[in-house]
């Protein structure tokens, strides 16, 4: 399984971006598609959970929204009012269950770079 994302980049602050992440490979489950972002200095942060439920860092509530296409096993992060804070490289995560042994696995992203300027 592989997890390919995009739309990162340079943004000035109150400014939006959508990145998106996408899976493929053979036969599996996705259980839940999740967001992280680690900044330059810093550990890597949860940012937004899309499982079960949808759970949001307070510092992005209402300013992110995560959603799915199950259908094309994608998940999107739109952000609005982006600020300096909000910098750094955006991972995407998969939780998967692979069809070949029925064992859930956690994948990453290879990241993608946010920055935004004041």
């Known amino acids: 399984v592989q997890l390919v994302e995009s739309g990162g980049g340079l943004v000035q602050a109150g400014g939006s971006l959508r990145l998106s992440c996408a899976a493929s490979g053979s036969s599996f489950t996705i259980n839940a598609m999740n967001w992280y972002r680690q900044a330059p200095g810093k550990q890597r942060e949860l940012v937004a959970i899309?499982?079960?439920?949808?759970i949001y860092a307070d510092s992005v509530k209402g300013r992110f929204t995560i959603s799915r296409d199950n259908a094309k096993n994608t998940v999107y992060l739109e952000m609005n009012s982006l600020n300096p804070e909000d910098t750094g490289v955006y991972y995407c995560?998969?939780?998967?269950?692979?069809?070949?042994?029925?064992?859930?696995?956690?994948?990453w992203g290879q990241g993608t770079q946010v920055t935004v300027s004041s």
């Open positions: 899309s499982g079960v439920t949808i």
């Open positions: 995560n998969a939780r998967i269950l692979e069809d070949s042994d029925y064992v859930l696995r956690d994948y």
